[in-house]
């Protein structure tokens, strides 16, 4: 939460000679951060970020009090003052008491309850110097009273409120929970449908006021306000947060009764503001005080062992600088037995709970400069290597290999999660999306990827794009499978160039990828260009041509080769063992066999067979030539082979050459019905 | 020998002769010149081919065998001055200004650059890399972390939440709005100090504007052990600003409050322009990295760990802010935009 106030004001409770800047900077070092300093006209105005767990620093006077235990030990000439007024007594100056009848349906909605009533108001704008104070905080003035309790606000951290007297019906106040349906308009003439158990406050006849967030309309504050009801008060947090949550309606001084206040400062905020309202605005005290308080549970003592507090600083510092520090900090600190023993000031108790809390006290305002710097000396553990340390040299490889590495957004539309036609019980949907374009979790990379290409085509003639990214598939009410992806597209690619990038992969990882033709039409590939592809036995991904339902949606001109392979699985697989061959001595005998054989005969098999059929001899086949050609005959193909022979202990011989190539020949001719051509 | 013979050692002379010529020749014009010369129309060499023709009959075949060897010899000599004074040319007279023949080679995205960078320099102090689902239960994302349910430090992180059934223990699903929903499943993984783990993921929160994606990087690093210190961590961070930003930076600690770490802290790095001078990019020297501090005894209780006898330390930072510092890169949304044009940038 952050607050804007003048230096000025700080300095009405903060006797010190430290300039500006370096207030800002003694503040930011040890306590609340001062993110901006403007300077208006003679005066500096702090931005000053206060963490949410520290509701008694966003006021002046809370941080006044916090710079001076700040400065205090850093040995600044510094004093802290307490605001004219705050202990006023509070008692009728007039004859004629009125009286104002409050009742607290449920003392747990508000711990305590304080309210007085005014005479004689004289409505006016309030003197310049609040004027400009609140306009530099950044709140209009209105009149003397209401900006009051801004500036009580501002001032001291307590919200409070101001009725007119005379519009409360009975004159009566009762605090509920709001029932079922229930209505307000607000100050800012908003007509509020209450959630029900919202905190309100009924007269006689109507709802007055939408406890801690805002004022009701009908018993505002007026030019013509004579008799004023000062009001201040402590809600149950979690109630005001459960309605402005509800409501999505949060003022200042919600956020403020949410994280909760000081129950202890609640009278001091009351006499404060009754003392302005008798100073700006000629007021009257008219009625007794109205103070209802739930007696509060005694807080108790944190003890802090002393070698605990040096564990955590890294250094021994004296016992009793901790004690010191503590209590200009407003804490009750004394050493007890190698501990300090410490009770929180009112103002800190619901957040200052265990010793570690007491540490960070002692240490910042110690000063986290004034700490050592050391690496940490304890065991390194062992751990194994993660799939992710793995993709961080895949990533570096690919790009080697002239690919461009893409991040895009993992939420998705809902078209482009059509396009992967995953089985709806498999979505990861968004409840709160930001917008229809981020509303799925993709099951895919795919789509995004060929989107990028769509984006980029007239830019670059060829894309070839990767990225490694989790995909998600829902499964049931478990988490989700998040699964780590690589994805690869080719602008202008065909299956062949992606399968060369598979097994480059293939070979980077170090596991076998083999291609299988895919079970059932991959709703992202075209059928008939694309394969399985699996490691061992496990399935691990897809390759090929992206089907043009998925080109066409992005109009992307000219084919698109891709491929998608899951890491998560393929690197819980064993990797390929290398093992040692030793060098060939002799140099081998290369000879090329061609043969005519049916079109749909797979070339793999026309190599195993010719593998099988030539070993021990053959050591390698590779296809050097296919062609088609109407005379060759119908659906066939002719495809030349070449065939090393080799032996470890000699040249091979032109008899045994020659066997072997007879043996594959009738191999070829047996069980794939091939022609060989002589 | 049956050639010699015949002519006379002639054709020994001319062969032996003609390499020294080749020899003495300083460029390919005058090499083509005396390759004309010996091989040409009434070249030296070819007068032998020419007489071929009047030995007897009985002797050609072998004659022309060894006419052939010789004229063979001669022009892979030709041949290899060729090639040196081919390569002496291309040495001597090229544009170097002249576009290259490359292959090609892609590009790693900003984000993966950085973080390749950040993982290597806490690997050398024994941190190492783990990944945690990016979709996960409230309870690992918030309630172990010292966040009850409807505690308002949660609206801190704008979360998405995920249509599904909620556990009964572990809560709703949700995004991870940040990367500390790792300590939890660490400490409860290894069940034992010391840890030191790093967790880099994309995580999510609603928001969208130039200093903010709804998807971005966070990088996290926590070490449980006995006894550790501020100091520890202060000694961590310096080393990193140090290895990341360069040797001359620093990092400071400045309070701040998470609800998983006590006492918490944000951290600044001196800034790059004025190094800590203050100067009227930074305004204070100084600029905010992220947030760290001692990670939270409730936190440690929740891993399965004794908060007794176990301490640590926990920071974290977003990856797109330390490009965003690095580089002039001043609207964040361009890193996932994916145009080639900027991509190819880096």
């Known amino acids: ?678 | 020998m049956v050639v010699k013979k015949y002519f006379n050692e002639s054709v020994e002379n001319e062969l032996e002769e003609a390499k020294r010529k080749i020899d003495s020749v300083l460029n390919q014009k005058d090499l083509e010149k005396i390759y004309l010369e010996i091989f040409g129309k009434s070249g030296s060499f070819t007068k032998f081919t020419k007489q071929l023709g009047k030995a007897p009959q009985s002797r050609r075949p072998e004659i022309g065998r060894q006419l052939n060897e010789e004229k063979k010899e001669l022009e892979e000599y030709f041949e290899k001055k060729r090639s040196t004074l081919n390569a002496q040319h291309l040495a001597t007279s090229i544009d170097i200004t002249a576009p290259s023949k490359k292959p090609a080679i892609g590009h790693l995205h900003l984000v993966s650059q950085a973080i390749e960078e950040i993982v290597d320099i806490f690997k050398r102090i024994g941190f190492s890399l783990k990944s945690y689902p990016e979709v996960d239960w409230d309870w690992y994302a918030f309630e172990a972390l010292n966040m009850p349910k409807d505690h308002p430090a949660r609206d801190e992180w704008e979360t998405f939440f995920v249509k599904s059934k909620p556990n009964a223990q572990l809560g709703n699903q949700v995004l991870t709005p940040h990367t500390s929903n790792g300590q939890v499943r660490e400490m409860l993984r290894l069940k034992k100090p010391p840890i030191r783990m790093l967790n880099i993921s994309r995580c999510y929160r609603r928001q969208v504007d130039v200093s903010h994606t709804p998807m971005f990087h966070q990088f996290e690093g926590m070490l449980i052990d006995k006894n550790v210190s501020i100091a520890n961590l202060k000694g961590t961070l310096d080393y990193f600003a140090q290895k990341f930003f360069g040797k001359e930076r620093k990092s400071r600690l400045r309070p701040h409050h998470f609800r998983f770490t006590e006492p918490s802290f944000e951290i600044d790095v001196t800034c790059g322009v004025c190094l800590g001078r203050g100067c009227r990019f930074c305004k204070s020297g100084w600029v905010e990295l992220g947030g760290a501090g001692m990670v939270h005894p409730n936190v440690i209780k929740a891993g399965g760990l004794d908060p007794k006898k176990n301490t640590g330390f926990a920071f974290g930072w977003g990856v797109e802010r330390t490009i965003a510092m690095r580089t002039e890169i001043g609207d964040i949304r361009l890193l996932f935009q994916n145009d080639i044009r900027f991509l190819e940038q880096f």
């Open chain 1, 1 to 678: 939460m952050n607050i804007k106030i003048p230096v000025s004001w700080l300095r009405d409770y903060l006797k010190t000679d430290v300039a500006a800047k370096t207030l800002a900077n003694t503040l930011s070092a040890s306590g609340p951060s001062v993110e901006r300093i403007d300077k208006v006209k003679e005066d500096y105005v702090f931005d000053i970020e206060v963490t949410s767990n520290r509701t008694d620093s966003v006021s002046v006077f809370g941080l006044a009090r916090e710079a001076n235990a700040i400065l205090s030990n850093l040995g600044e000439k510094s004093n802290h003052i307490l605001p004219k007024g705050i202990n006023l007594v509070l008692e009728p100056d007039t004859v004629n008491i009125l009286n104002l009848d409050v009742t607290i349906k449920d003392l747990k909605l508000c711990p305590r309850f304080t309210a007085i009533v005014l005479d004689n108001v004289k409505i006016r704008p309030s003197p310049a110097v609040i004027q400009n104070r609140l306009t530099l905080s950044g709140i209009r003035p209105i009149n003397n009273i209401v900006d009051i309790t801004n500036y009580i606000m501002l001032e001291t951290g307590q919200p409070m409120h101001a009725f007119d007297f005379d519009k409360i019906k009975g004159p009566k106040m009762v605090l509920r929970e709001s029932t079922e349906g229930e209505k307000i308009v607000t100050l800012d003439k908003t007509v509020r449908k209450l959630p029900k158990g919202s905190i309100v406050i009924e007269d006689a006849e109507r709802l007055i006021d939408l406890c801690g967030i805002m004022g009701g309309a009908n018993s505002q504050i007026s030019k013509r306000t004579k008799r004023v009801v000062l009001f201040v008060q402590a809600y149950d947090p979690k109630t005001i947060r459960k309605t402005t949550q509800s409501m999505a309606f949060r003022t200042e001084a919600a956020s403020r009764f949410e994280k909760g206040v000081d129950l202890e400062g609640i009278l001091n905020a009351l006499s404060r503001a009754v003392y302005l309202a008798k100073t700006n605005a000629n007021a009257k005290i008219a009625s007794e005080l109205v103070d209802i308080y739930k007696v509060k549970s005694k807080t108790p003592t944190i003890t802090l062992a002393i070698k605990k507090l040096n564990n955590y600083l890294g250094e021994a510092i004296h016992p009793n600088l901790a004690v010191k520090i503590l209590s200009l900090l407003g804490f009750e600190a004394k050493l007890q037995n190698e501990t300090v023993a410490a009770t929180p000031p009112s103002w800190r108790i619901d957040d200052v709970a265990d010793d570690v809390d007491l540490i960070e006290e002692i240490a910042r305002i110690y000063g986290y400069q004034n700490l050592k710097s050391e690496i940490p000396k304890g065991d390194i553990p062992i751990s194994e290597k993660d799939t992710l340390e793995e993709v961080i040299g895949l990533k570096k490889a690919l790009k080697f290999l002239g690919l461009t590495e893409v991040i895009s957004y993992s939420i998705i539309s809902q078209k482009m999660l059509a396009l992967a036609e995953t089985k709806r019980t498999n979505v990861v949907e968004l409840q709160n999306p930001l917008t229809e374009n981020w509303q799925y979790m993709r099951p895919s990379l795919l789509p995004s990827l060929a989107e990028i290409i769509g984006q980029n085509q007239f830019i670059r003639q060829n894309l070839r794009i990767f990225e490694i990214a989790k995909t998600y598939i829902a499964q049931g009410d478990e988490l989700p499978k998040q699964d780590l992806q690589l994805a690869l597209v080719l602008s202008h690619g065909d299956f062949f160039e992606v399968k060369g990038y598979l097994e480059n992969i293939a070979e980077i990882i170090g596991r076998e990828m083999k291609l299988k033709p895919n079970a059932k039409k991959h709703p992202l590939f075209i059928e008939n260009q694309s394969a399985a592809v699996f490691s061992g036995k496990e399935r691990v991904g897809t390759v090929g041509v992206l089907d043009s339902k998925i080109t066409n949606y992005f109009n992307i001109k000219g084919a698109v080769a891709a491929l998608e392979i899951n890491l998560s699985t393929i690197y819980s697989l064993p990797t390929t063992a290398k093992t040692y061959k030793p060098i060939p001595k002799y140099p081998p005998v290369i000879e090329d066999i061609s043969a005519i054989f049916a079109k749909q005969t797979p070339l793999d098999e026309i190599i195993q067979t010719a593998k099988k059929a030539g070993a021990p001899l053959v050591k390698t086949v590779e296809v050097i030539d296919v062609f088609e050609d109407e005379k060759l005959g119908v659906d066939k193909k002719s495809v030349t082979l070449r065939l090393t022979y080799q032996k470890s202990d000699d040249t091979p011989a032109q008899e045994e050459v020659t066997a072997t190539r007879n043996k594959i020949s009738s191999a070829l001719e047996k069980s794939l019905l091939a022609q060989i051509r002589k």
